[in-house]
Nanobody, 121 residues
Framework: QVQLVESGGGLVQAGGSLRLSCAASGSFGSINAMGWYRQALGKQRELVATLTRGGTTNYEDSVKGRFTISGDNAKNTVYLQMNSLKPEDTAVYYC???????????????WGQGTQVTVSS
């Protein structure tokens, strides 16, 4: 069983900062990538940022320069530092991981339960 446990969401005023954390636990072989997606009310889930095991990052255009993704491979943890938050960043943020349960098995998607981020104007 693989679990992704998120923390760090909350309510913040526009211009403020929040830091999200996500730790993967359970029985698995290796993680290829971790990241964050978000879903605002009435909208589709969208990519925010991803980080590969090798350190390659990818960001959605609207968060570039404001959000920073980082990770700790030894702890199977990914972080999202969010600065200069805007009301349009309000959404449920979901942790994502691409995990292989054992050597030679397929790579599968795993999701956290989501954490609410609300930015007031």
């Amino acid at each position: 069983q693989v679990q992704l446990v998120e923390s760090g969401g909350g309510l913040v005023q526009a211009g403020g900062s929040l830091r999200l954390s996500c730790a993967a636990s359970g029985s698995f072989g290796s993680i290829n990538a971790m990241g964050w997606y978000r879903q605002a009310l009435g909208k589709q889930r969208e990519l925010v940022a991803t980080l590969t095991r090798g350190g390659t990052t990818n960001y959605e255009d609207s968060v570039k320069g404001r959000f920073t993704i980082s990770g700790d491979n030894a702890k199977n943890t990914v972080y999202l530092q969010m600065n200069s938050l805007k009301p349009e960043d309000t959404a449920v943020y979901y942790c994502y991981a691409l995990i292989r349960r054992r050597f030679g098995s397929s790579w599968d998607d795993y999701w956290g339960q989501g954490t609410q981020v609300t930015v007031s104007s």
